[in-house]
């Protein structure tokens, strides 16, 4: 199918873009989910605000321990660990190259998927777990919003019509912290089954600090904090060979997220018990990459 | 909306809607079929083309956004006189086509990827990662992957 007609608009300056959007206007930045969603007919936008010629939302910026990202800042930059310092830049590394691939990287962008709000991204995944914040502008003020209270559901989202996500802020982390992201599913163009992202910090042997976010494992991004409470303080002797013992606390963080933070919904190619048994066994290998580098 | 697409080094000056992708309006204003459209979703990659020199595909951008920016499609590869580009040489030589369909998108994806870092092709594991991105259903991808470390070799 073709996209259904439409206006199009590509402002020069930020309030002239905020000034257009509205009911029934969708921003274009990436458009890599736009377009598709247009498609098939499941967006049918009467105007599109085009805003790759709004200067200044190209930025990523760290200050304060935090980095930014702009509104137009693409997939592709975040294939380098060093596009953002320390661990944070890691763990952004070993997710992006989970998203799509290379062409639609170049276009499509890390606040794309925040506004989209599929329920397997990467992205917003790992918003939740690192408590991001995600700065929300319109034509009559900015308001700054919690990864926790931005995703309402599948596709739905705290933003309003008339809003632009101009930045979202991750807190960056510790030199200490270990990061690991891994993601099953069911062919090599297939979205994810489940997806998890996870920093942990260990000291003398002891967890002080997880991090768990979970891509696709409700109807929209979950942090897993019975799993990451579960961790905290537990002895890590040995982080665990290619199959972690099923006595390890890993393993059992796993089974934790999969019986208590997640609320999988049944899909065709797997019902709900398959996701619980893939979670458990997805989480406990991403805290063992963690924990091993 | 008046635009003009800069194709292969051509000015194309067009009236176009904005709802209309550029793949469409490669194909039937420019009259550069040589751009498949397979999936119309960003699956496929049939339809991958360059602008700006970086590989995108053409059915997930508007023709409006790509008024004054560079494009290159597959009709741009061979010279002026006809001569075919090496990657072109290099998918004949080593048969990694066969009905064809998808061929243009990944000679462009390929081009992009070279272009941009001639070293790829001392790296098998990532063309291998590169050619992931388009559908083909006829040779399978390692004859493919042999064309595109040839063409890099220069061969």
Not at chain 1, 21 to 32: H, K, M, N
Not at chain 1, 179 to 188: D, N, P, Q, S, Y
Not at chain 1, 258 to 284: G, K, M, S, T, W
Request: proline residues 7%.
């Amino acid at each position: 199918m073709k996209p259904a007609t439409f206006d199009y608009l590509a402002p020069r300056t930020l309030p002239e873009a905020l000034a257009a959007l509205g009911e029934g206007a969708q921003v274009l930045a990436g458009g890599q989910s736009l377009l598709l969603e247009m498609h098939l007919k499941r967006l049918d936008p009467a105007l599109v605000v085009d805003v790759n010629h709004v200067p200044g939302l190209d930025h990523l910026d760290v200050a304060d321990g935090r980095v930014e990202v702009g509104a137009l800042v693409r997939h592709k930059v975040f294939e380098s660990p060093e596009a953002v310092p320390g661990p944070l830049g890691g763990l952004f590394a070993r997710a992006v190259v989970n998203i799509a691939h290379p062409p639609i990287r170049t276009r499509g962008t890390m606040v794309g998927s925040l506004a989209w709000a599929h329920p397997a991204s990467e992205w917003c995944a790992l918003a939740m777990a690192l408590d991001a914040e995600i700065d929300l502008a319109a034509a009559h003020g900015t308001r700054t919003i919690a990864a926790r209270d931005y995703f309402l559901g599948p596709f739905r989202t705290a933003r309003r019509p008339d809003e632009l996500i101009t930045v979202i802020r991750f807190p960056l982390l510790s030199p200490d912290t270990g990061v690991g992201f891994l993601e099953h599913r069911r062919t090599g163009f297939s979205f994810a089954q489940v997806a998890v992202g996870a920093a942990i910090t260990i000291r003398e042997g002891v967890v002080t600090e997880a991090r768990i976010g979970l891509a696709n494992c409700a109807d929209r991004p979950i942090r897993a904090e019975a799993a990451e409470q579960s961790l905290i303080g537990a002895e890590i002797a040995c982080p665990g060979g290619p199959r972690v013992p099923a006595d390890h606390p890993f393993t059992r963080a796993g089974r934790t997220a999969a019986d208590q933070d997640a609320a999988p919904v049944p899909e065709p190619h797997a019902d709900v018990e398959y996701r619980r048994h893939v979670i458990a066994v997805l989480v406990a290998r991403t805290l063992r990459e963690a924990a091993i580098r | 909306m008046k635009i003009t697409l800069t194709v292969n080094g051509d000015d194309y000056p067009l009236d176009v809607e904005p709802r209309r992708v550029l793949a469409d309006v490669l194909r039937d204003d420019c009259a550069l079929t040589g751009t498949h459209l397979g999936c119309e979703q960003g699956v496929c990659g049939a339809c991958t083309v360059l602008v700006d020199g970086e590989a995108v595909r053409s059915c997930l951008m508007l023709a409006v956004q790509c008024d004054g920016h560079p494009i290159h499609t597959v009709e741009g590869l061979a010279g002026r006189d006809g001569e075919p580009h090496p990657l072109q040489r290099a998918f004949s030589a080593e048969r990694a086509l066969q009905c064809g369909f998808c061929t243009p998108g990944f000679l462009m994806m390929a081009a992009g990827a070279l272009e941009n870092d001639p070293s790829i092709g001392d790296h098998p594991e990532r063309v291998a990662d590169l050619v992931r991105s388009n559908l083909c259903r006829c040779t399978g991808y390692e004859p493919i992957q042999r064309a595109i470390m040839r063409a890099a070799r220069g061969e």
